[in-house]
């Protein structure tokens, strides 16, 4: 079972920026992707933005150039920079991470535990 462990949210004024960041607990895969997700009560978990392992990116269209999606492959860390965040940028984050393991034909998603990301002044 591979842990995704993330930090860097917080409160944060409108206008301002996190960084948020997640490390999966093991690196050995043949091919993965990772992004991140957010949810707010009462509402469906939506993509914010992803990364494969070779680089490709894709956002959410309410992003509009304010996020930026990196990895490191080497550590199988992804990290979301986020600007010019707005109180409608207020949710419930979570690390994403999908897996073909080298002896798999099928993909395994895994989800870490949410971090919280509160615009407001």
């Known amino acids: 079972q591979v842990q995704l462990v993330e930090s860097g949210g917080g409160l944060v004024q409108p206008g301002g920026s996190l960084r948020l960041s997640c490390a999966a607990s093991e690196s050995d895969f043949r091919l993965y992707h990772m992004g991140w997700f957010r949810q707010v009560p009462g509402k469906q978990r939506e993509m914010v933005a992803t990364v494969s392992n070779n680089g490709d990116t894709s956002y959410a269209d309410f992003v509009e150039g304010r996020f930026s999606v990196s990895m490191d492959n080497a550590k199988v860390t992804v990290d979301l920079q986020m600007n010019s965040l707005s109180p409608e940028d207020t949710a419930v984050y979570y690390c994403?991470?999908?897996?073909?393991?080298?002896?798999?034909?099928?993909?395994?998603?895994?989800w870490g535990q949410g971090t919280q990301v509160t615009v407001s002044s």
């Open positions: 994403y991470l999908a897996v073909l393991f080298r002896r798999s034909t099928t993909w395994t998603n895994f």
